[in-house]
């Protein structure tokens, strides 16, 4: 009776222990974020402080790119540019001469008009003063329009030379080397005094406070798995240290695919598996490429 007693309790402490241990659904490793910068711009590298494994936030600047000739481009477009300023006329200064005698030759017009009503002037008088008025009134209009044409003319290149400056803006401003999120650094690829070219990897950046598990699930198991879903991620820290993290599914793959791909029986190659990401909060311990199972029971 002592030894079925020892038995019995044996057996439920076996039966406990396995209903606590927890059942893996899937598998994977850590992943994140990663955004590799590329120069935007040619020249060498003046500074760059790119530390590996350094925190950077969004904007931070990390190094620069000599940029002096596009300095001098333009400060010689703003140049060209107040000097064709200088050269645009005045319209209404350049017409006041000429206004002011086509108001004098109209007020002749109207007193030759009333001496002629009254028989105190002659019909030449008349038709002269009335040929000087449509002349000058002609040469006016022509004037104006002169001038209004070489406005346009100068406010045409004037725009040209805004956007030749803003260009240039736009480019100074890609020779400062930044960070395009918050992260950290993960990979260095250039020193400074080195000559860099556009689309030249600099460095890369990760986000990891945001981290996810890349898992992949079986055909079977779609029809458990929506996105949104909260799941228990089971993270290895160890041989048998392991931390647990609630998660949310976030993506799964519309296209099967074979795995494992270096496998090459048939019997694997027929096996189809969905990928799917789990989104998790890092807590600071979470790192790239650790081992972790999406898991119940737990």
């Known amino acids: 009776m002592k030894q079925l007693a020892i038995v019995l309790m044996m057996a439920l402490t076996l039966v406990s222990c396995t209903n606590n241990e927890e059942t893996t659904i899937a598998e994977g490793s850590l992943e994140a ?36 000739q596009l300095l001098l481009q333009r400060k010689q477009l703003l140049a060209s540019q107040k000097r064709v300023e200088s050269q645009k006329p005045d319209v209404q200064v350049q017409l006041a001469p000429l206004q002011d005698q086509l108001a004098t030759a109209k007020t002749e017009q109207e007193r030759i008009t009333r001496l002629f009503k009254a028989d105190a002037a002659s019909q030449k008088q008349l038709d002269d003063i009335n040929a000087q008025v449509r002349t000058m009134s002609s040469q006016l209009a022509a004037q104006r329009l002169s001038l209004e ?61 945001h981290v996810y598990l890349r898992a992949y699930i079986s055909a079977d198991q779609l029809t458990t798995f929506k996105l949104g879903d909260t799941v228990t991620v089971a993270v290895d ?25 270096t496998v090459q029986t048939r019997d694997e190659r027929a096996t189809l598996v969905y990928a799917i990401k789990v989104s998790l909060v890092n807590d600071g311990y979470l790192k790239l490429g650790m081992y972790g199972a999406i898991v119940e029971g737990k």
């Open 33 to 68: 974020n990663q955004v590799i910068v590329s120069a935007e711009g040619n020249g060498r590298i003046v500074s760059f402080e790119a530390v590996e494994g350094s925190l950077v936030a969004k904007g931070q600047v990390l190094g620069e790119i000599d940029h002096q």
């Open 149 to 209: 044409q070489s406005v346009q003319s100068i406010e045409s290149e004037l725009a040209s030379l805004s956007f030749q400056i803003a260009q240039l803006d736009d480019q100074i401003a890609k020779c400062a080397i930044t960070s395009p999120i918050d992260g950290v650094l993960l990979t260095s690829y250039a020193l400074a005094g080195e000559f860099t070219s556009i689309g030249r990897a600099l460095f890369t950046v990760a986000d990891l406070e």
């Open 237 to 261: 820290y160890g041989a048998s240290e392991k931390k647990f993290y609630t998660g949310t599914l976030s993506w799964i793959s519309e296209k099967a695919e074979f795995t494992p791909k």
